[in-house]
C-alpha cells in the first residue's frame, strides 16, 4: 500500500498459469491504476514463439470509464532486447462502431502485420541507428543479404501471407484515416 495524490493504492498479487503480477487499485473509487504482469507465453512476432516478457498497462478514466493509455512489453531473446510502447494519444471510438468480425482480425492483424516500407519517410523521422543492427540482420535475413534489401522485398507483403482478416483490418485502418484527413481539412478551412 501505498499513497498517489492523497489516494490509498493497494497492489494485488495476480497468478494465472504463465502468468503473474500486480495490480495497483485506488482505495477511494477502485480505479485500476496500472498492472505490472510478466507472462512466460508472451507471443514474439519477430521471432514466432513464445517468450517471457515484462508487461505494463497504465489507464486513465473519463466519465468513471477505464481507457487503456499505455502499454509497453519488453524481452529479450538471442541476445536482442525487443520493446514495444502504444500510448494512446486521444480516443475516438464513438464514430468508428467495430463488428465482432473486425475486432478479431485486428487482434489476427497484430500476428500478421502488413509491411509497408518508405525509405525516405524513414530518414525524415531521424530515428538513430540500432546499436543491434548486425544481430538483428544475421537473424532475419542472414548472410546472403542486407536488411535494406529485406524490406524492399517485403514491402508490400503480409508478414506470414494474405489472409482476409488482415484486408478487412486494413480497409477499416484506411477508413479510419480518411476519416481523420477529412476531419483536418475542415479544421484547416
Known sequence: MFYSNNSRVY???LKKKNSKGTMYVREDNKQILRIDITDDGFWSTP???RV??????????YNETPFISSILSSYESKGIVHTNELRILSQKFDEFP???SEYWSFNEFSHNPFMTYEPKE??????????????????LVGPDSSLEEHFIT????WFFGA??????TQKKI???RKHFLDEDRQVAN
Open 47 to 49: 521471432f514466432h514463439k
Open 52 to 61: 517471457k516478457a515484462d508487461i505494463q498497462i497504465t489507464f486513465s478514466y
Open 11 to 13: 497492489s494485488l498479487s
Open 98 to 100: 467495430l463488428t465482432k
Open 122 to 139: 524513414w530518414l525524415q523521422k531521424n530515428i538513430p541507428a540500432d546499436p543491434d543492427y548486425k544481430a538483428i540482420e544475421r537473424d
Open 154 to 157: 517485403n514491402s508490400g507483403k
Open 174 to 176: 484506411n477508413d479510419v
Open 163 to 168: 489472409d482476409t482478416s488482415g484486408e478487412r
